[in-house]
């Protein structure tokens, strides 16, 4: 038993770039969805800003400027990230991040779409992970 949660371990650690830290940018035409993230068994954003035209959102406006939000849910594996983000009081989802992440030999791409609450809807590219 120890040996198969030890196996699935080094398994999960080994995939790209759901076991790494750093920043993941998804950016389209007008918008930019900038995380940092950081990984541990489970994905953690510590921070996210969302700049749609000159309007920002953040969920930490002290550090980076822009009307509150939160991060409702969020799910990642080596195949998909999924990150809902909330208003300030965890009222209502406001942005929706739904990217599917591909690799073959040494090409990585990832990208997907992302919504916003009266804002619209974007085809974005994920595929720059620092």
């Given at each position: 038993m120890k040996r198969a949660l030890l196996a699935a371990g080094l398994l999960a650690s080994a995939a790209w770039p759901?076991?790494?830290?750093g920043e993941l940018t998804c950016a389209g035409e007008g918008v930019s969805i900038d995380l940092l993230v950081g990984h541990m068994?489970?994905?953690?954003?510590?921070?996210?800003?969302?700049?749609?035209?000159?309007?920002?959102?953040?969920?930490a406006p002290d550090i980076m400027p822009g009307s509150p939000i939160t991060i409702g849910q969020g799910f990642e594996d080596d195949r998909i990230?999924?990150?809902?983000?909330?208003?300030?009081?965890?009222?209502?989802?406001?942005?929706k991040l739904r990217v599917i992440k591909a690799e073959e030999g040494d090409s990585r791409v990832a990208g997907g779409v992302f919504t916003f609450k009266e804002k619209g809807a974007f085809v974005v590219d994920c595929s720059e992970f620092q």
């Amino acid at each position: 038993m120890k040996r198969a949660l030890l196996a699935a371990g080094l398994l999960a650690s080994a995939a790209w770039p759901a076991q790494a830290t750093g920043e993941l940018t998804c950016a389209g035409e007008g918008v930019s969805i900038d995380l940092l993230v950081g990984h541990m068994d489970v994905l953690s954003i510590a921070r996210a800003v969302i700049t749609i035209g000159s309007e920002s959102w953040s969920t930490a406006p002290d550090i980076m400027p822009g009307s509150p939000i939160t991060i409702g849910q969020g799910f990642e594996d080596d195949r998909i990230l999924i990150v809902d983000f909330t208003d300030g009081n965890v009222d209502a989802i406001l942005g929706k991040l739904r990217v599917i992440k591909a690799e073959e030999g040494d090409s990585r791409v990832a990208g997907g779409v992302f919504t916003f609450k009266e804002k619209g809807a974007f085809v974005v590219d994920c595929s720059e992970f620092q």
